[in-house]
């Protein structure tokens, strides 16, 4: 049997493992294409063909972590991402380094996949909210403090200091979970990895308006929050002029404040208001937040003001679309936890590489295109909650 309180930093190590991976090197962005002599454009797809591997791997993890537990699937991917971490830190080409950046995805999906199942199977009731607000809590300083690390490692060091951070927090991890980790899951049993048990649990799942609804909700939204990373470096540091350190504090601040502030306020009002209202005024401030940014550059060009100001709010926006739309999906599922986490994580990082995709290859002589898909992914995840999610809510 697990003690919850060694439990927790190991569910908060896993938790937090892919999104570290991912945003770690964006200050050394515009230094690893000058390194490995290559275009920007190409370092910005090995941000996104992580989250493509992310995204896919989720889909065996979860029906593996059904048929045999957590732990082994779990402690597979964080091998497999401890190996794309050493790829990526020895690479001499940015073609090689890709590879590792996929090798990587597809190791961080075992801990995107698999943390909210172990978090399910783990925490009921009163328990389940209150280690789930320590869990945010952590989590709102740790992964935005990831880039500030980066910025660090950069200046100080240069682009590969980060793959050496994330192969020691790996291996770290890895043998926190062989010594430590305990099985959690009650409901894992072979006979859930069958192709008919698998492929009805999904169509399960799939055919739900509402899960679906959410999470193409979490698609775009994460799509656009991601977007910042690939799009963000380059301006401030290439265009604004700014150094990698700066970037990192600034998206330190900005993660940091925005998120923890947004987390309150959500906290404070949504069992009031209700998390229906707290998303469209998540959705509203977010659209606000991409027309001062592309009326910011019409009016004072591009400084670091007109860009980090509306990026503070898309952030305190954004806050308020997670924790309703995580609860709103999992809410029937929590049965098939490893299968739902798994579509779930899915549907997120899918947003992340391909909005990221589409991003990679806009202008990135200001900060227009950003404006356009922080307007274009809100208003459309608007639409798919009225439409899809509220509208079958209601005849329930």
Known sequence: MNS???????????????????????????????????????????????????????????????????????????????????????APTIEVLIIGRVIQGCGAGACASLWRSIFRDTFEGA?????????????????PATPALGGYLQEYFNWRASFIFLSIYAFTTLLMVIILFKETSAHHHVDRLKVRFIIDSF????????????????????GAFFS???????????????????????????????TAFGGWVNGR?????GTAYMLRSGFVIMIIAGFLMFI??????????????PMILFYFGVTFIWPSAFAGAFAPFGKMAGYAGAVYGFMQISGAAVIGTLVSYLPHQNQIPLAFVFIGSSILSWIVFEKVVRKKELLL
């Open 269 to 273: 009002f949504v069992t009031t208001l």
């Open 127 to 143: 328990e389940l909210a209150k280690y789930g607000a320590y869990f945010s809590i952590f989590v709102t300083f740790i992964v």
């Open 203 to 222: 169509k399960h799942i799939f055919s739900s308006p509402i899960f679906m609804g959410y999470t193409v909700c979490t698609f775009l939204c994460y």
């Open 296 to 309: 910011g550059k019409l009016l004072f060009g591009i400084n670091l003001i007109v860009i980090v100001a």
């Open 4 to 90: 919850k309180r060694i439990l927790f930093p190991i569910i908060l190590l896993v938790g937090c493992a892919a999104q570290i991976a991912s945003d770690i090197y964006a200050p050394s962005l515009p230094a690893i294409a000058s390194n490995l002599q290559t275009s920007i454009t190409k370092v910005q797809l090995s941000m996104v063909v992580f989250m493509f591997g992310l995204a896919v791997s989720q889909l065996i993890y979860g029906p593996i972590s059904e048929g045999f537990g957590r732990k082994i699937p779990l402690t597979g991917g964080l091998i497999i991402l401890l190996i794309g971490d050493l790829i990526s830190l020895f």
């Open 228 to 258: 910042w990373f690939a799009i963000g470096p380059v301006l401030l540091i290439n265009i604004v002029g700014i150094s990698p350190v700066e970037f990192g504090w600034i998206a330190l601040f900005v993660g940091g404040l925005a």
